[in-house]
Every structure is written in C-alpha cells, then in structure tokens.
C-alpha cells in the first residue's frame, strides 16, 4: 500500500514538472517571437532590410588604377607646392637670360622657356637654374670664404646633374604614358607594372625635389652672408662719424643759442629806449640850438 502511495505521488510530481516546462517554453517562445517581430519594425522604420547569409556582401575594394592616379596628383602637387615655396624666397628677379638658364634649357632639349616653366618636371629644372643665377648675382659670392673653406657648391655642376637627372625622368615617363586602356585596363598583371614604375618614378621625382630644396638652403645661406657682410659696410662707414665730438658741438650751439637769443632781447629793449625817448630828444635839441 505504501509503494503504491509513493508511485503516485512521483506520478503527480512528474506531471507537474512537464505542464510547468511547457508553460515556461510556450511563454519564452512567445516573447521572442514578439522581439523578433519588434526588430522587424525597428529595420523597417529605418529603411533597413534584414540580411541574409546567403546574401553577396558588397565589396569594399576600390579601382587600383583610380587609386594610383589619385596618389600620382598629390605627389605632382607636392612637388609643385615646393617649387613654388622655394621660388618664392628668392629675393631678386631671376635672369632669364643667364648662363644658368641657358644651361638648363640646352641640357632639357630648348624650346620655350615658358613651356619649361610650366611642364610638371621641367618646374624643377627651372626653379634650379633660378636658385644658380640668385646665388651668382650675390656679391658675397665673390668672397673667398667659400674657397678658403671648401664651401663653395659648383653652380653649373648642381643644374647639369638634377636638369639631367629630369630630363631622363620625363623621358621615362613619355615611355610609360598614361594609364593603360581596354584589355590592356583590366589585365592584373600589366596594372601591377603600370603602377609600380609610375611610383618609382614618382618616388625619384621626390628624391629630385629635395636635393632641389638643399640647393635652394645653401641660397638663402649665401644670401644671409652678403645681408651680414652688407651690415658690416654700413657700420663701417657710419663709424666715421664721431658721436662725442657732436655731442659737444650739440651743446656748444645750444649755448650759443642762448647767447644769440640774449643779444637779440637786449637789442630790443635798447631800441625801444633809443627810438621811443632818445631820438625824440635829441631832434629837439637840435631844433633848440638852431633857433
């Protein structure tokens, strides 16, 4: 009878169990099928849509050839900015017609100068032979100091190598060309190539910038010694004047003023008594001793 008793309490217990765990999954089955349902409301007030897994994912990847000519522009602009920059601190009128610039134009091939000026290597040649002709026309140039040192740069030397060197890398470019179009665009192997030697020249443009703008740092060198050599004329030549001996004449000239304005006040009053009572007196005793 005991056995049986306890059978069917552990028969009630185990049904209880089951009608509870099913409430409980039938409730969390319910609420997440409303937060399921609310996220859906959510992406749909947002214009979202749900993602699926089997959906591509766009690619993030961006055209290799749109990306070089882009970093091919802001080095180009660099470079010009510099140029620029360093053209900017010359202080006189370059000779268009100097030896420097004559140079220049023969090592890049003639033509215009103007067309030199303006083609994108051919910007450093120019601003070369500009920093050559400011450093020749210094008259400090002339000192031998620099020899004296071994300080003294070969000017003619410095355009012929970097107007070389350019000329070179604009040929090099004309050779590579502009970015390669239809099968020849989407072909890796040739995009890879176009893309390595466009950096490397690039990469030795810069390099001809800045050998550009150590040329342009030892002009402003020369340039400070002739404004310090300047100042040494200028104070030379003004010591020649003797500030004591100014000094005294200063206070010597005042006190002559003094002196000068003194006599002019005693001229006065001694005019006034002069004309205003001797003269009259005088004509009247003139005019007694006659009658």
């Known amino acids: ?36 349902a609310d996220s859906a409301r959510r992406r749909a007030g947002r214009g979202d849509s749900p993602i699926s897994v089997s959906d591509p994912v766009a690619s993030n990847s961006t055209d290799p050839l749109a990306e070089l000519a882009d970093d091919m522009r802001l080095a180009q602009a660099r470079r010009w900015a510099s ?21 220049a134009l023969d090592i890049w091939g003639g033509g215009d100068l103007d067309k030199l000026r303006g083609d994108r290597v051919g910007q450093i040649v120019w601003t070369t032979a500009m920093v050559a002709d400011s450093v020749a026309r210094q008259p400090a140039w002339q000192l031998d100091f620099f020899d004296r040192h071994a300080v003294r740069v070969d ?7 970097i107007a ?45 910038v800045e050998r550009l703008e150590a040329f342009a740092g030892y002009e402003q060198i020369v340039a400070r010694i002739q404004q310090r050599q300047e100042k040494q004329a200028w104070l030379d030549r ?13 206070e010597w000239d005042r006190a002559e003023s003094d002196r000068v304005r003194n006599l002019a006040d005693e001229s006065e009053v001694l005019a006034s008594i002069y004309l205003d009572e001797i003269a009259p007196l005088a004509k009247s005793l003139k005019r007694s001793d006659a009658s």
């Open 1 to 36: 009878m005991m056995l049986v008793a306890v059978a069917v309490f552990v028969v009630v217990v185990a049904v209880a169990l089951v009608l509870l765990m099913s409430m409980a999954i039938g409730a969390f089955s319910a609420m997440f099928s409303e937060m399921k």
């Open 164 to 208: 070389t060197a350019a000329a070179g890398l604009r040929d090099q470019l004309d050779i590579l060309g502009d970015k390669p179009e239809g099968h020849l665009g989407v072909d890796d192997e040739v995009i890879a190539t176009f893309a390595e030697k466009s950096r490397v020249l690039s990469g030795r443009l810069d390099g001809l």
């Open 238 to 250: 003004v010591s020649a004047i003797d500030e004591f001996e100014h000094v005294v004449d200063a």
């Open 83 to 103: 140029c620029q920059s360093v053209q900017s601190r010359l202080q006189d009128e370059v000779n268009e017609t100097s030896e420097y610039v004559s140079l």
């Open 155 to 161: 000017l003619g030397g410095e355009v012929t190598s």
